[in-house]
Every structure is written in C-alpha cells, then in structure tokens.
C-alpha cells in the first residue's frame, strides 16, 4: 500500500516553503526565449523573463511539460503504488492537465486523479494546499479529490495589471485594447471566471493608490471569504506597493493566515511586472 501523493504544476505559484511543508511534488511548465526552453522556477527568474521580453519587444512562448517527462514524474509513484492528486492549470489556458491524462494512461496507472482546478497562480495554490491537509487529516484519495473538485468555483482570483503590453504581446489581449489603456494610465482588474480570464474595474491612477481601491473594493467578499488564508500574490514589484495590501488585509483582522508569494515564470510571461492578486476561496 503506497501514500498519496498531492502533484501540481509551476503555475500554482507556491513558495519553496510552502512546497516543503505540505510535500507538494511540482512539474514545472516551460519558458521559451530565443529559440530555448527553461524550466519555470527553475532555469529562469522572472527578472531575466521581463528584460528579455522588453529587449524584444515581444513574451517569451510558454509551453506545457511534454508526455515523456510527465511519465518520469509518474512513473515511481506506480512503481511505489501511490495514488497522485494532479491540481493543474485551468485548461483553458494550458494542455497541462490533460498531458497528465495522457502520460498515465499510457503507462497504464488508473491511480491518477486529475482536477482541471479553471483557475491560475495561487488560485491554484488555494486548492493545492486544501487538499495536502484533508490529506494530513487522513482524508482518502477519493474525498480530496471530490472535496476539491466540488469547490472550484468558489476560489475567487483577480488581479490588477500595471500595463496591458505584455497580454497583449502573448495574444491575450487586443493590441489597440492595450495601447489605449496605456495611454489612458488605465490599470485593469482581470478576473479568472470559469477557467477563463476577463477584464473587471479598470482603475486609474498611481500603483499604490489603484491597489488600495483594488482591496478595499473587495473588502464584502474578504470578510465573507473562507478565513483559513489569503494570498497576496504578485510578480516583480517595489514592495513598497506590496506591504499596504498585506496591512490591509492584516487590519480586517479576519484571516488566519496571509500568506505572500511571488508569481513565477509563465504568469510574469503573460502579465508582466507590477501584478498583484489578492486571492482566497469565498466561504
């Protein structure tokens, strides 16, 4: 009789110490710049990412690991008789849950559970550490991957971008869109519905008085939002703007646990420096 083992992607955004104290496996998605592929969080810094990007005036291509590699991660957990927990990138954004369908299909290990989490960076991250303590709770493979899956559309992710540029040069955004709203200093709230991302307020303004909107705009939702933790979450910033978002969310006096983390590769690909989320599963 083998564990369970809780598996996630690069995307979910997860620190190191998170991963460590919840043995959370990761398989990293890939970064592509002149023609090379780098493991996300692991080849690359998201720094490297932005002056690449900004050098050529275009983002890097992202891509999902391939089957071969995701049969490598699987394959010792067979071996081992584990059940696997796959949390992944929403699919509408990425083929990386169903590489791992696939992967397990062919080395034919039925013990794979895949949940498509329709979300991206720690919204995925909220599902994943949910379901590591239900298995520390003693939760069987079949009740975490039933608890988790119900829930999924109670995770609530939004993000403030600082420019639309770098959606735009990934296709996820229309280019005159975003040359308009740069023009106009606007600094959009995109929020994952569905597995999908849409654009919400638009704000404008200077960065820390945007994100101060951006909270207390949420501020119903906070003090009705499952109170076990919260993310803070965003990609290469000054922390100066990052610090009064956290003492916000600190003076709701609310949540057991804040928890700040900084967006990996692929999400900084598609949305650039400068992004920050606040995200939590609603109650």
């Known amino acids: 009789m083998g564990k369970i083992v809780i598996m ?20 990293p998605l890939y970064i592509i710049m002149d023609d090379k592929s780098y493991s996300d969080g692991i080849d690359v810094t998201a720094e490297e990412i932005i002056a690449w990007s900004d050098a050529h005036k275009t983002t890097p291509k992202t891509a999902a690991a391939g089957i071969e590699e995701a049969i490598e991660y699987l394959k010792p957990h067979k071996e081992a008789g584990d059940d696997v927990i796959y949390i992944g990138i929403s699919e509408d954004m990425s083929t990386t849950c169903n590489v791992i369908r696939l992967a397990a299909a062919d080395i034919e290990y039925d013990r794979v559970f895949v949940i498509n989490s329709m979300n991206l960076s720690t919204g995925i991250g909220l599902q994943v550490i949910r379901a590591a303590e239900m298995l520390q709770d003693g939760k ?3 009740e975490i991957y039933e608890a988790i899956d119900a829930a999924r559309d109670k995770v609530r992710a939004s993000f ?3 420019t639309l540029t770098f959606l735009a040069r990934g296709g996820r955004c229309n280019a005159v869109t975003a040359l308009l709203a740069n023009t106009l200093k606007l ?3 995109i929020e994952v519905k569905m597995g999908k991302m849409g654009v919400g307020t638009k704000y404008r303004g200077k960065t820390n008085k945007v994100l101060k909107a951006y909270v207390e705009d949420m501020r119903e939702d906070l003090l009705k939002a499952d109170k076990k933790r919260v993310f803070v979450t965003h990609s290469v ?13 600190k003076e709701l006096n609310y949540f057991d646990e804040i928890l700040e983390t900084q967006a990996g590769g692929v999400i900084t690909s598609h949305c650039g420096p400068a992004t920050l989320g606040v995200l939590f599963y609603d109650s």
């Open 187 to 189: 600094k959009p709230r």
């Open 140 to 142: 069987t493979t079949e």
């Open 237 to 249: 910033m000054d922390h100066q703007y990052v610090e009064p978002v956290i003492e916000y969310l």
């Open 8 to 27: 996630t992607d690069s995307t979910a955004d997860l620190s190191r110490d998170l991963l460590d104290k919840y043995n959370i496996e990761v398989i």
């Open 160 to 162: 403030v971008v600082d």
